[in-house]
Nanobody, 115 residues
């Protein structure tokens, strides 16, 4: 089993920045992909960004140039730096890990972008 705990969400004004963290624990050996998804009220959960254990990244088009995903394998933590935030970025952000065909999810952290 893999446990994922997110932190760093909150309220920010449009144009502001936030940094989310996702700490992994448990049976973390062999985790290939970590990433972030988000879900706005009444909408489906959508990809934000992913990163492999080799550092290859993938972003949803709406996040390219504004969000940066990174990963510290020694600290077993993934990060999502979010800049130039917009009201439409408001959502619950979920950490994700994929290992040996099994997906794991964190409990989510709320990000609200509002003036």
């Amino acid at each position: 089993q893999v446990q994922l705990v997110e932190s760093g969400g909150g309220l920010v004004q449009p144009g502001g920045s936030l940094r989310l963290s996702c700490a992994a624990s448990g049976s973390i050996s062999g985790i290939f992909i970590m990433g972030w998804y988000r879900q706005a009220p009444g909408k489906q959960r959508d990809l934000v960004a992913t990163i492999t254990n080799g550092g290859s990244t993938k972003y949803a088009d709406a996040m390219k140039g504004r969000f940066t995903i990174s990963r510290d394998n020694a600290k077993k933590t993934a990060y999502l730096q979010m800049n130039s935030l917009k009201p439409e970025d408001t959502a619950v952000y979920y950490c994700y890990a994929h290992k040996l065909g099994v997906s794991y999810w964190g409990q989510g952290t709320q990000v609200t972008v509002s003036s």
